[in-house]
């Protein structure tokens, strides 16, 4: 059988002027081939686009992506509209026991509430009457970024309440004054296979907080959970247990002696800064450590469990502190998820 595309007697070029070109553009191909390998080699050796090595510096606040959930620090000054609202008393969607007894409160969008890493930190709002200070305490589901609903009772000190909407500027208050010592209260239900924590009074938003059975051995990190308490899925053990606390920063605490005693509040020597301790323990170190955090949740939802005010001992090299229980509180609606 035949080809029809190429007749049988069809002549194959053996040399000529067809083959030199042939050998010609071969050569080509070859010299580039070898160049492209070389130039290669050489790209990997060193990339074009290798990042420079970061230098030192003072730690700072961690910057959040454009458009990230993330709560305000740092002290920039941000503009935005108030509103106000009546927390009947509870503690909001940070599980507090109950609101603040100045009645000094303040409820975020989910944008800057970021799934309960602002809870704990304060604001400085100022209006057309003066500025007041409120701790973040609640979620605003349907608040737009820079929409800040104030308790009743503060927004009557920066605006007349008949106006209901007013406009403002505010600011995270870095390292503000703290109340007491660092506060734990573990969750109704925790047990040595479940481990959930609140952690109060420590001035700044929080970065991370850890956990270990006993004074030695490995620290388990625990996960935030949108309504502020921080989780240990599996366990942690049957305690006393030592918690490590640090905010967003770099200060950084260690108490001892945490029992496992759900729905107690209790209270060790050291305040999250400062240096002043009740004990005579070691100052607070200073040390970064970001750790993920859940999505938030609606304020009707919300759990109501229980802290106050407690301390922790110094850094991650001190010995621990231990902390001292207070009375059990009545246990608080609450869940697990």
């Known amino acids: 059988m035949t080809d029809a595309s190429a007749p049988p007697d069809a002549p194959q070029p053996a040399g000529g002027p067809g083959r030199s070109r042939w050998l010609a553009a071969g050569g080509v191909a070859v010299l580039a081939g070898v160049l492209g390998l070389t130039l290669a080699l050489r790209a990997g050796a060193t990339p074009a686009c290798a ?6 510096g003072p730690l700072a606040a961690p910057a959040a992506a454009p458009g990230a959930a993330a709560p305000p620090v740092g002290g920039a000054v941000h503009k935005g ?4 609202y009546d927390s009947k008393g ?4 940070c599980s507090y026991p109950s609101a603040p007894a100045n009645r000094l409160y303040v409820a975020l969008g989910p944008s800057e509430y970021a799934a309960g890493a602002a809870c704990g930190g304060h604001l400085d709002v100022t209006g057309p009457k003066g500025t007041v200070r409120v701790l973040v305490m609640d979620q605003c589901p349907e608040c737009a970024p820079g929409h800040l ?5 503060a927004f009557a000190r920066i605006a007349d309440p008949v106006q209901g909407v007013v406009s403002v500027s505010y600011r995270a208050v870095v390292d503000p004054p703290l109340p007491g010592p660092l506060a734990f209260r573990i969750k109704e239900g925790a047990s040595r296979y479940w481990f959930a924590v609140l952690v109060a009074d420590h001035g700044n938003p929080l970065r991370a907080v850890e956990v270990r059975q006993g004074d030695s051995g490995g620290w388990r990190a625990a996960d935030r ?3 502020n308490y921080w989780l240990v899925e599996s366990g942690v053990g049957p305690g006393p247990f030592s918690i490590r606390v640090t905010d967003v920063y770099g200060h950084r605490v260690t108490a001892g002696g945490v029992r496992l005693t759900p729905g107690q509040v209790q209270r060790g020597t050291v305040r999250m800064y400062g240096g002043a301790t009740a004990g005579g323990g070691r100052p607070a ?3 970064a450590s970001p ?5 938030p949740s609606p304020r009707a939802t919300s759990p109501r469990p229980s802290p106050s005010a407690a301390p922790a001992s110094a850094g991650p090299s001190a010995p ?7 009375a059990a509180e009545a246990p608080a609606a609450g869940c697990r998820n």
């Open 51 to 56: 990042a420079p090595p970061r230098a030192a």
């Open 81 to 84: 509209k108030a509103t106000f």
């Open 90 to 93: 509870a503690g909001g969607n």
């Open 149 to 153: 609903d104030l308790s009743r009772e």
């Open 225 to 227: 959970q949108d309504y």
């Open 285 to 287: 170190t200073r040390s």
């Open 291 to 295: 750790r993920p955090s859940a999505s």
């Open 320 to 326: 621990d502190t231990p902390v001292v229980p207070l």
